[in-house]
């Protein structure tokens, strides 16, 4: 099992910029590629970034581009999410995922929810206009 636990949501103003934390623990030699999701209320959750288990491939969902870089920490067992130029449509919980699958190589990077296995608790960022 692995453990994820993210931090760094809070309110912040349009324009404004935050750096969400996720730290994995427990059997996480079983991880591969890392992602950030986020769901607003009455909405699904979607797809943010991902960082592949190399770190050399990152996927962004089109509205982030630009604006947001996922990075990764293997020795600190971390992964990130750099917010820049926050919107109010970025309000949201964001969650941090862990996929189990390391046979499809260390540059894969899936963008689905279902390809995920382990999850966070989620933290909140708010976007105020």
């Known amino acids: 099992q692995v453990q994820l636990v993210e931090s760094g949501g809070r309110s912040v103003e349009t324009g404004g910029s935050l750096r969400l934390s996720c730290v994995a623990s427990g059997q996480t030699f079983y991880t591969g590629a890392m992602a950030w999701f986020r769901q607003a209320p009455e909405k699904e959750r979607e797809f943010v970034a991902a960082?592949?288990?190399?770190?050399?491939?990152?996927e962004y969902m089109d509205s982030v581009k630009g604006r947001f870089t996922v990075s990764r920490d293997d020795a600190k067992k971390s992964v990130y999410l750099q917010m820049i130029s926050l919107k109010p449509e970025d309000t949201a919980v964001y969650y941090c995922?862990?996929?189990?699958?390391?046979?499809?190589?260390?540059?894969?990077?899936?963008?689905?929810?279902?390809?995920?296995?382990?999850w966070g608790q989620g933290t909140q960022v708010t976007v105020s206009s």
């Open positions: 960082v592949s288990l190399s770190g050399r491939t990152t």
């Open positions: 995922a862990a996929d189990r699958d390391r046979e499809l190589g260390p540059d894969y990077v899936p963008t689905s929810k279902y390809s995920y296995d382990y």
